[in-house]
């Protein structure tokens, strides 16, 4: 099953694999009316996605959409074995940073680009993984109730949301890349910094650890929209 949010509202259960579930939130938030985050979940190759759009309005969600589709259209075209899905991965981020950063100078446009960052499970070895990411999209790993950073922002300092890295900024991008081992029962958050950035590790693991996923989605959903949700929103709930 795939899953492809275009800047889409809502939340939604995503069936899986029985060993691996998963649910999506991808919300406006309560100060701007448009979305420009992008969700993108390939159940059946295990990869989960999410992107936030850089340059403002509708070039910012365009700039989001261009990657989830790039990762979409190049996962379909790919073997299926784990090896193949992360450099199918890596293929559809840079064809995704030379769309936008060649629509971009065809428009005029002065920043343009987005954020991205993704899981991607070994089928063969459901403990085994890979994440990528570019900008300040993060992925936590929960065990036992406590957050694990799994990525690091490529922002000027912890302080401010100038970004040093994004997709389609420039004409080339280094996704930075990891690999980890989980033990059972593991569960990742996948999530833009409209989440990260209201919502401190600790509490995004005590509303993200326990409980059916929907209801753990709901209440970081809420904690989100608790602390004003000034900007779009998304995430994923990845259970392992």
């Not at 991808?26 to 448009?34: A, K």
């Not at 000027?156 to 280094?174: F, H, I, Q, Y």
């Amino acid at each position: 099953m795939i899953l492809f949010g275009f800047g889409k509202v809502g939340a939604e259960a995503i069936t899986q694999p029985p060993q691996v579930n998963a649910f999506t939130v991808s919300e406006p938030g309560l100060v701007r009316s448009d979305n420009q985050d992008h969700v993108f979940v390939d159940s059946d190759r295990l990869v989960y996605c999410v992107a936030d759009g850089v340059g403002g309005g509708a070039e910012g969600a365009r700039a989001s959409e261009i990657v989830c589709r790039n990762i979409k259209m190049v996962l379909a075209a790919s073997p299926t074995d784990f090896d193949s899905r992360v450099r199918a991965v890596e293929q559809a981020v840079a064809d995704a940073n030379a769309a936008i950063f060649t629509y971009a100078r065809e428009q005029n446009y002065d920043m343009m680009g987005s954020t991205v960052a993704v899981l991607v499970l070994d089928p063969a070895n459901l403990r085994h993984a890979a994440v990528c990411h570019v900008g300040d999209s993060r992925v936590y790993r929960i065990r036992g109730g406590m957050p694990e950073l799994l990525t690091r922002d490529h922002r000027r300092s912890a302080v401010t949301n100038t970004l040093t890295r994004a997709v389609g900024a420039d004409e080339s991008v280094e996704p930075e890349w990891s690999e980890i081992t989980s033990t059972n029962h593991s569960r990742f958050v996948l999530c833009t910094d409209g989440v990260h950035d209201v919502v401190s590790a600790a509490r995004l693991a005590v509303f993200s650890a326990a409980g059916p996923l929907e209801s753990a989605a709901k209440r970081l959903s809420a904690e989100v929209e608790r602390r004003g949700a000034p900007d779009n929103y998304s995430f994923v709930i990845v259970e392992v």
